[in-house]
T-cell receptor, first 116, second 115 residues
Framework: EAGVTQFPSHSVIEKGQTVTLRCDPISGHDNLYWYRRVMGKEIKFLLHFVKESKQDESGMPNNRFLAERTGGTYSTLKVQPAELEDSGVYFC??????????????FGEGSRLTVL | AQSVAQPEDQVNVAEGNPLTVKCTYSVSGNPYLFWYVQYPNRGLQFLLKYITGDNLVKGSYGFEAEFNKSQTSFHLKKPSALVSDSALYFCAVREKGGGADGLTFGKGTHLIIQP
């Protein structure tokens, strides 16, 4: 069974540009989460989808970040325009509904974003 | 608000010795507690969790953790460390019945096992 896959693995962009990160969850997992880790700091929750609906987006930093999950399958996270402080590793995680209630998540390898 | 503290940025242990990676948490109610591990260039992998029941939980790769409610701790332990245990370890918490869906993670502890 394929795990959670994320693309790209690393993106280097200039301040003001746009980047779109993609996450393909494990097939059949209705819960999809985005997290971010800034260098050396905590992994911070960004948002949670249940199927195509945003269940909780309380962790989204500001309106430069837009997450979508059309059709309830893969998700994208767009940063527009990117700022220096957006640099970090963006993790996607998924779980089935039952596991999601107790928080056991399956993570992708992360997309490293560097904003210059 | 939920929070997790991992007081050590790095823990160094000789191979074969016991290891402990510390974690304390803060939640309003009762917690679900987790440990995840990240090997180089890999995603986070689930190690173990405490939901309810026995305070000592056993997980993957011979790791275990003990939930201590009075000390609000959930330290990760292993009786005999292997070089292959070297990785970045994250503790996480979620409040039972809490409104927030996401896990709250600590900042991670680098575990280095020396041959």
């Amino acid at each position: 069974e394929a795990g959670v896959t994320q693309f790209p693995s690393h993106s280097v962009i200039e301040k003001g540009q746009t980047v779109t990160l993609r996450c393909d969850p494990i097939s059949g997992h209705d819960n999809l989460y985005w997290y971010r880790r800034v260098m050396g700091k905590e992994i911070k929750f960004l948002l949670h989808f249940v199927k195509e609906s945003k269940q909780d987006e309380s962790g989204m930093p500001n309106n430069r970040f837009l997450a979508e999950r059309t059709g309830g399958t893969y998700s994208t996270l767009k940063v527009q325009p990117a700022e220096l402080e957006d640099s970090g590793v963006y993790f996607c995680a998924s779980s089935n509904l039952r596991a999601g209630n107790t928080g056991e998540l399956f993570f992708g390898e992360g997309s490293r974003l560097t904003v210059l | 608000a939920q929070s997790v503290a991992q007081p050590e940025d790095q823990v160094n242990v000789a191979e074969g010795n016991p290891l402990t990676v510390k974690c304390t948490y803060s939640v309003s109610g009762n917690p679900y507690l987790f440990w995840y591990v990240q090997y180089p260039n890999r995603g986070l992998q689930f190690l173990l969790k405490y939901i309810t029941g026995d305070n000592l939980v056993k997980g993957s790769y011979g790791f275990e953790a003990e939930f201590n409610k009075s000390q609000t701790s959930f330290h990760l332990k292993k009786p005999s460390a292997l070089v292959s245990d070297s990785a970045l370890y994250f503790c996480a918490v979620r409040e039972k019945g809490g409104g927030a869906d996401g896990l709250t993670f600590g900042k991670g502890t680098h575990l280095i096992i020396q041959p």
